[in-house]
């Protein structure tokens, strides 16, 4: 391997999606937490929960929203496949 795939390659593993949701604390609605979505699904929190339990509420909400978000999605891929095909 070259100097310059090795480049690449650090590169690569730099640019993989992670994306952060805030959620508002339950306790105190001034305090938002930062849920950070990593590959397959994996979720971490900056809550203490998560840090003792390694699970908490807010990684459920986001969880939960994702799964309604995908059930739109397929709700609305369902409604324009029926449009296509006349069925409405
Ligand atoms: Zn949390």
Redesign the pocket.
């Known amino acids: 391997m070259s100097i310059m795939n090795i480049r690449e390659t650090v590169l690569d593993d730099m640019f993989i999606p992670i994306d952060f949701v805030d ?1 508002p604390s339950k306790s105190d609605p001034d305090v938002t ?1 930062k ?1 950070k979505i990593m590959m397959n699904d994996t979720y971490s ?3 203490k ?2 840090k003792y339990a390694g699970k ?4 459920t909400q986001v969880k939960e929203k994702k799964e309604k978000q995908r059930e739109k999605d397929a709700t609305i891929a369902e409604l324009e496949r029926d449009y296509k095909e006349g069925n409405l």
Do not use: M
């Open positions: 959620v937490h849920v929190c900056d809550c929960g998560y908490c509420w807010h990684i």
